[in-house]
């Protein structure tokens, strides 16, 4: 059950909740969670026997049934969401469904960056971390990795996303790098020595690859 919908979209009550239901009582500790009313004063929660009955549970957090909104556009595009198993988080968060991807949205990088549900790979310190972009702000983006669960931010910049390397890019990346491991980086008497030595490399790399396949020992 969607806990943030709940918040706000009455027409969500009629889906979930047993008629009557005013109150939902989220789970908390050493409380159970479930669906209250008040009726002349007594406090009603519907048991898992699908009966109301009176409660003398302590008082608890609730979500109050939202009343019911007139149409609107961003109505409207909330119940688009929600018809396309987005959940929404929140303020202007929503997250899409993960591993699918919605035809209507973007499927190029605009100005570098990757769209809302892309699947990409976010820059992590001095590595990079497989993620699902779930919302674009004026200067963040909002990131989601799958295998965690963790929800994280990063700059809104072309510098902190690539797309997702193949076998082959993530090989000659491993190449690269043993060789700048093992080079002296005391003979790099200037930045642009440097750069220069980089494109040797770059350009060395590429004509191993493409002759030869490579295994790792």
Same mark, same amino acid.
């Given at each position: 059950m969607d806990i943030e919908r709940l918040k706000v979209d009455a027409d969500y009550w009629d889906e +979930?909740? /047993?008629?009557? @239901? &005013?109150?939902?009582? /989220?789970?908390? #500790?050493?409380?159970?969670?479930g669906w209250r009313k008040v009726v002349d004063g007594m406090k009603l929660f519907w048991t898992?026997?699908?009966n109301w009955h009176e409660t003398d549970h302590p008082e608890r957090t609730v979500i109050p049934r939202p009343t019911k909104t007139e149409w609107t556009p961003?109505? &409207? @595009? #909330?119940?688009?969401l929600w018809s396309m198993d987005y959940t929404y988080? *929140? *303020?202007?968060? !929503?997250?899409p /469904?993960?591993?699918?991807?919605?035809? !209507?949205l973007e499927t190029e990088w605009v100005d570098g960056l990757p769209s809302v549900g892309e699947e990409c790979e976010a820059k992590n310190g001095a590595s990079w971390r497989n993620c699902f972009v779930t919302a674009i702000g004026y200067?963040? #983006?909002l990131c989601y990795d799958a295998n965690t669960g963790e929800e994280y931010v990063r700059d809104k910049d072309p510098a902190n996303f690539r797309p997702i390397r193949t076998p082959e890019e993530k090989q000659r990346e491993e190449l690269v790098k043993t060789i700048l491991d093992n080079v002296d980086?005391?003979?790099? @008497?200037? +930045?642009? !020595?440097?750069?220069? @030595?980089?494109?040797v490399i770059d350009q060395s790399v590429d004509a191993i690859l493409s002759k030869y396949n490579l295994t790792e020992k």
């Open positions: +979930v909740a /047993p008629s009557g @239901a &005013q109150e939902y009582c /989220p789970p908390e #500790m050493n409380k159970q969670e898992e026997t699908e961003e109505r &409207q @595009a #909330m119940k688009t988080s *929140g *303020g202007e968060y !929503w997250k /469904p993960i591993g699918e991807k919605p035809g !209507w200067d963040l #983006m980086k005391k003979e790099f @008497a200037s +930045v642009e !020595w440097a750069e220069h @030595a980089r494109r």
